[in-house]
Every structure is written in C-alpha cells, then in structure tokens.
C-alpha cells in the first residue's frame, strides 16, 4: 500500500454515542463535503473539510435522518437501516441497506446454554431492505439531502425500493442467489456492502455469498414510480428480469465497497466470514461500458492495492476518490479501527492511498 496521508474525521456527540465514528461502512466524496454512514443507525453523515483542495480533516457534521426523506418499511424509523453504501452522481445521493440477516453473537459472559441459544436465534430487518435516492439540493452552500428538487422542469422526490418488491423479494427464484438467502450475511449469505452509480445503472457489491470463489456484482437500473413518485421500481433487461448479474475473480474474496473510476469500477474486496483479512483493491476494467451478463477474470480485474488490516480491528469498509483520476488518490475508512486511529479530540483517522500509475 502507498499511503499518502491520514484524514481526520471529526463526529459530534451523537454520532459518537451511537458509535457511528467507529462503524464505519460507507463514504463518498463531494466536492467540499464528505458523505459517511455507519452500519448502526438509519441516517446520513454530512462532513465539511477543513481545506477543499487538500483536506486534512473532515468535520462540522450534519446528520440527515432517512425517515425524514422517505417512507422506511420498517415500524420503528430509528431501527437500524445497516447503511452499507453511498453513491453520489448527477443530482442525487444514493444509500443502500445490507439486505442482510443477522444471527446472534456469542459474547464472553453468556453461558454455554444460553450461548448456544443465541447461535440459532436468526432475525431480519425491514429497514436493512432498502434502496434509496436522495435528491441533493445546495443549501446555505452546502449540498444537503432534501425531500424534491426541479430538475430540467421535472419535479424529483426522494423515493426508495423497499417493502414487498425490496431486493431480497426479487431474488427468490434466482438460481445462484435463492438459495443463500435464509442464511444470515456473514454466514456467506446475502449481504450488499457497495454501490456505484454510473448514468442508469446501478451497481450492487456482494460481500456475500461468495460462490465457488467468484464474489458477485448485480445491476439494476432504477425508476420513479410515475404514480408514486416516492417509490422507485426496477426497469428490465433484455431477459425481463430487473436485474444483470456479474460474477468476478477477486480470489475468493467478496464485495467490501464499489467506487466508479471512470468506466471502471473500484472494487474493495475483503472476506466474506467473520475474518481479518486479506483486504485490497481491485480494477474492474470498462464495466460500465459492459452491455451483457459477464464472468470478469484475467485482464478484465487487475489487483490494485493491498489494504492493511488488524487482529479482530481495522476493517477497511469504504472507498472513494477525493480527486480526479490523474491524481489517483482514495480515502479509506474502517469499521471497528484501531485504538491508535482514534484522537484525544474525539476523531477517528481514514487513510488516503494512491493507486497505481498508468490505469486509466
């Protein structure tokens, strides 16, 4: 790895109480701003820089709740949305939730009874089932989440893809995916921890499952509901179905975070089960300009960057530029970091890399 330089990351003291600082799962650059999001809470972190051209610290943090913007399906709005991705292009920022079940950790002071109890006790979530978009507006010159804006004389809501036709509903016929889908995400079932958005189409990272060592990347290609403005619906491919499918050679790795670098896509690749590591960065060669289902190996994946990683800490999580490519320089940022990444100021430090030269 070329680690240029760390960024501080300054959280308020709600964010710091939900340990949003320290769950990490999610950034995207823009402009001036940094959006972040933690996998704990159903919000949106906005952070400012303190120099735009080249930042050393992120802070001034706004803190934009989904509930306010759109319609969870959840029943309880502060329920966590387990944000694993942000994309943010054109006029809109994009989250999306794990989709993900969950099953009980085994903690040092439960007995073994209870231990084991808690090892067959799966849930889900509704609000981890989610899409959403976000109309971007630039209030008191900052770009901040709003309800609508006009764009070209068209009204645009915030909308969002959930309930009965969320993802994991579309899934449960699919011949590679189906299957994992009553196995909670880091068991290696199904768990979304990227997104790209590129024009229309929209990229979804798989850190699970992880197929016979292929990681998968779904696209879709998303739509207002032209008679519920606020819902998004899945337009269809050539085959009918709302989604394409993607499987590529990472070696075995799963989809940790996806980051468009002109017609490529950044892909941080980790361990699909609860391990450590390896973790790196790797190239996915033209794959906006791909037309069809595809099997991404050989020259079309490059290994890019090797990531850093602890014993049971510093996760990297999320990935995403800071400047033009030329320049090839990505923020990093971890879930559960080191002790050694958190300030007496109350920040948590993100590494910025460079990527090799000479891949365009």
């Given at each position: ?66 509930a306010d913007l759109v319609d969870l399906p959840g029943d309880d709005s502060e329920e966590e949305a387990d ?278």
């Amino acid at each position: 790895m070329t680690l240029e330089h760390t960024v501080r990351l300054h959280f308020g003291d709600r964010s710091r109480a939900a340990a949003t600082h320290t769950n990490l799962s999610a950034v995207r650059a823009d402009g001036a701003v940094l959006w972040v999001a933690g996998d704990e809470t159903a919000t949106v972190e906005r952070l400012v820089a303190d120099d735009p051209h080249r930042p050393t610290a992120y802070g001034d943090e706004a803190t934009f709740r989904l509930a306010d913007l759109v319609d969870l399906p959840g029943d309880d709005s502060e329920e966590e949305a387990d944000i694993e991705g942000l994309a943010r292009t054109g006029h809109f920022l994009w989250a999306v939730g794990s989709h993900s079940l969950r099953r009980r950790q085994i903690k040092s002071r439960h007995p073994d009874a209870k231990a084991l109890k808690r090892l067959g006790r799966v849930e889900g979530q509704d609000n981890r089932q989610i899409l959403v978009r976000l109309p971007i507006a630039e209030v008191d010159g900052l770009p901040t989440p709003v309800r609508e804006i006009v764009v070209d004389g068209q009204a645009q809501r915030a909308a969002i893809l959930a309930g009965r036709g969320n993802l994991r509903a579309l899934l449960a016929d699919d011949e590679h995916l189906a299957p994992f889908l009553a196995i909670p995400g880091k068991d290696n079932g199904l768990d979304i921890e990227g997104i790209a958005v590129r024009g229309d189409r929209v990229y979804l990272g798989l850190r699970g499952p992880v197929l016979r060592g292929w990681a998968i990347v779904l696209e879709v290609r998303p739509y207002p509901d032209p008679e519920h403005p606020g819902r998004l619906l899945l337009r269809p491919f050539d085959d009918e179905r709302p989604y394409r499918k993607y499987v590529l050679d990472l070696d075995g790795l799963g989809v940790r975070d996806l980051c468009p670098d002109g017609d490529d896509l950044l892909v941080l690749a980790g361990p699909t089960m609860n391990l450590d590591g390896p973790v790196r960065i790797y190239r996915w060669h033209g794959a906006c300009r791909v037309e069809m289902p595809a099997v991404v190996r050989g020259e079309a994946v490059s290994r890019e960057v090797e990531l850093p990683y602890g014993e049971g800490d510093d996760h990297a999580e999320g990935i995403g530029l800071l400047a033009p490519r030329e320049q090839g320089r990505v923020l990093v940022v971890y879930d559960s970091p080191a002790a050694d990444r958190l300030t007496d100021d109350g920040a948590v430090v993100a590494d910025v890399v460079r990527l090799p030269p000479g891949d365009a």
